[in-house]
């Protein structure tokens, strides 16, 4: 296995589009990492960079070690997982699985065990005399990932693998590529649009918008401390709330003037790093589950009009709102007032993220 390491690598279509800014990071030897972002940000381009299969406009890529910038992709000891299957319809899947091997000119006997042992890890063993026609649209993905198996490569790129199946076999799949990929121990870089396939697969990821690199993190660390909004509305569904308003202080501790009324926010952990905002707008974000009816632990602090309450069984959106302001409210199973009733909100002054109203940056 291998590291994989970006250097201010730059991406610039022929058509003059900047697919890609200077993006650098690296990824670990036997790291899981995700590449996340809307549609258009650059990720496909990323990952294809690393395959050779898009020229780079600048910057150095290494793998390994080794600067590949002009290696050819088959010499790159990399292999390719994509979003359509692409298997050969005449072929079973034995075949397809070894096919890759074979043009190679890798020994039968050899082809034949690794055949077996990928079909063993990702249990196809009992489908190899199949077509791809007869398989259903799992196993098929499995054929896939299998034919990247059999390379034994040093570096697995995977490009929204799981998007053509239907959202339980999507969930199957997930948990499957995360237990191949602990019992590998191989490097893998992996694309989705889907920032809660981002979340539950990446030991880090990177989080693009317009190709330019957001924030590279923990998923965990990138939920607890985005980096700007992008980032703070990307991840997390629903998503974080936000509201404008000038910053103020007094003996009580800070609050929020906003177009509706002023929000008493307490004494933040941030508070020593706010003082410089006094008197300046900016955008409080507050997670749907730290936005709670209030109780003796979380004063009440603003007032919102329920709309709709969206039950989902373990637990029920609030849906709400605070002037013209959308908010929403994640909470346990519990009884609720009626719709269009007036409910009291708390929230702990801990669990405030600010952020620069021009820009977006995060503050303190
Ligand atoms: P998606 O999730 O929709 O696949 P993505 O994040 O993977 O999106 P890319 O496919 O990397 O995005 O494309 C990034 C940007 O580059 C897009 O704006 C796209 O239109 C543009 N682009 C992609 N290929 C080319 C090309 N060959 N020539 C010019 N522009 C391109």
């Not at 790159?76 to 075949?95: C, G, K, S, T, W």
């Not at 196809?124 to 896939?144: W, Y």
Request: net charge neutral; with cysteine.
């Amino acid at each position: 296995m291998a590291t994989v390491r970006l250097d201010n690598v730059r991406k610039v279509y022929p058509n003059g589009h900047v697919a890609v800014e200077e993006a650098s990071f690296e990824v670990g030897d036997g790291e899981l990492m995700v590449l996340v972002g809307p549609s258009g940000c650059g990720k496909t381009t990323l990952l294809r960079m690393i395959a050779g299969l898009e020229t780079i406009s600048a910057g150095t890529l290494s793998i390994g070690g080794r600067v590949v910038n002009e290696v050819a992709p088959k010499e790159r000891d990399i292999a390719m997982v994509f979003q359509n299957y692409a298997l050969y319809p005449h072929m079973n899947v034995a075949e397809n699985l070894g096919f890759g091997l074979k043009l190679r000119g890798h020994p039968r006997a050899e082809i034949e065990r690794r055949v077996r042992e990928a079909a063993c890890l990702l249990g196809l063993e009992a489908r190899l005399d199949a077509r791809p026609a007869a398989l259903s649209g799992g196993q098929r993905q499995r054929v896939a990932l299998g034919r990247a198996l059999v390379r034994n490569p040093k570096v697995f790129l995977l490009d929204e693998p799981l998007s053509n199946l239907d959202a339980k076999l999507r969930l199957a799949m997930r948990v499957e590529i995360a237990r191949l990929h602990r019992q590998l121990g191989a490097t893998m870089v992996y694309v989705t649009h889907d920032q809660v396939e981002a979340m539950t697969l990446g030991q880090r990821i990177v989080v693009l918008d317009g190709g330019v690199i957001q924030q590279i993190d923990t998923p965990m660390a990138l939920y607890e401390r985005p980096a700007n909004l992008f980032v703070a509305c990307f991840l997390g569904s629903p998503a974080m709330n936000l509201l404008r308003g000038i910053l103020q202080g007094d003996g009580s501790g800070l609050a929020l003037a906003t177009a509706h009324g002023r929000i008493a926010l307490g004494e933040p952990p941030q508070a020593g790093s706010l003082g410089s905002w006094l008197g300046r707008e900016l955008v409080l974000g507050l997670r749907p589950e730290d936005l709670q009816p209030a109780d003796a632990r979380r004063p009440a602090r603003l007032e919102a009009r329920l709309e709709l309450p969206e039950p989902v069984g373990n637990e029920i959106f609030l849906n709400l709102r605070h002037g013209p302001l959308a908010l929403v409210s994640r909470v346990p199973p519990q009884p609720l007032p009626e719709p269009g009733s007036m409910l009291a909100l708390g929230f702990a002054p801990d669990r405030l993220h600010f952020f620069e109203a021009d820009g977006g940056a995060r503050i303190a």
